[in-house]
């Protein structure tokens, strides 16, 4: 398994990248996020491991330029910002795993590990439909009858949460988790708010037949048996 260390610390480099080479794996490293981006992209990867504070292009950065290349190697990102926020704009960024500093070795061995169990991407669902619903996680688009509809990002990731699991039920506290990775409930009604906003957009203008339904006490649901008008 062939893996990236990006990290400006010359020390901490060393450490994990030593580490690692003792765990058996191949690894290449690199000192700002400028290298990271020319070696990620020329090279092929199993994993990154990425420090959110690099000189000349910083982590978020990095991830984003990396998912904009098309490039779907597992990436963890390393940093002392671990507050929730800022966990969740990593994760947003495009990072997959995201780990505090300091961290203990055998944890980031064994968050590698995971994310090597991870099916391989050729097998990974790109696109979901429910009646003339239809959403492209690739693409980043949604159709109904064919017809684009213009989501914001979180709408989006909103709507992907429910398409994965047409025909269920999708709870408050799923969504929360899926969509903005609270493991908590803040006590708002962001859910609500954005859920409004996207029924407003996809179902808005159909001659009542509704996609999203609220099934009430307990959360939403797409419906699989839409028609298309």
């Known amino acids: 398994m062939r893996i990236l260390v990006v990290e400006d610390d010359g020390e901490t480099r060393d450490w994990i990248a030593r580490g690692l080479e003792e765990e ?3 690894v290449e490293t690199a ?8 070696m990620a992209t020329q090279g092929a990867f199993d994993a990154l491991v990425v420090d959110r504070m690099l000189p000349k292009l910083d982590g978020l950065g990095l991830v984003k330029a990396l998912r ?9 990102m390393l940093t002392a910002l671990i507050e929730t926020p800022q966990r969740v704009e990593g994760l947003n960024a495009g990072a997959d795993d995201y780990l505090g500093k300091p961290f203990a070795f055998t944890e980031l061995v064994a968050r590698l590990q995971a994310l090597g169990r991870r099916p391989p991407l050729a097998a990974v669902q790109t696109t979901f439909e429910a009646g003339p619903l239809r959403l492209d996680v690739a693409s980043r688009t949604v159709t109904r009858n064919g017809e684009t509809m213009d989501l914001t990002p979180t709408e989006f990731r909103l709507l992907e949460s429910l398409m994965r699991h047409a025909g269920k039920v999708v709870t408050r506290t799923m969504l929360l988790e899926q969509v903005w990775h609270f493991h908590f409930d803040p006590r708002t009604s962001v859910v609500e708010t954005h859920m ?13 037949s509704e996609l999203i339904e609220t099934v009430r006490g307990y959360g939403y649901r797409v419906r699989v048996d839409g028609v298309s008008e």
């Open 196 to 208: 409004s906003r996207l029924r407003a957009k996809i179902d808005r203008g159909w001659n009542g």
């Open 24 to 26: 058996g794996y191949h």
């Open 68 to 76: 904009a290349a098309d490039l779907r190697s597992p990436i963890i």
């Open 31 to 38: 000192d700002d996020g400028h290298e990271g981006l020319f």
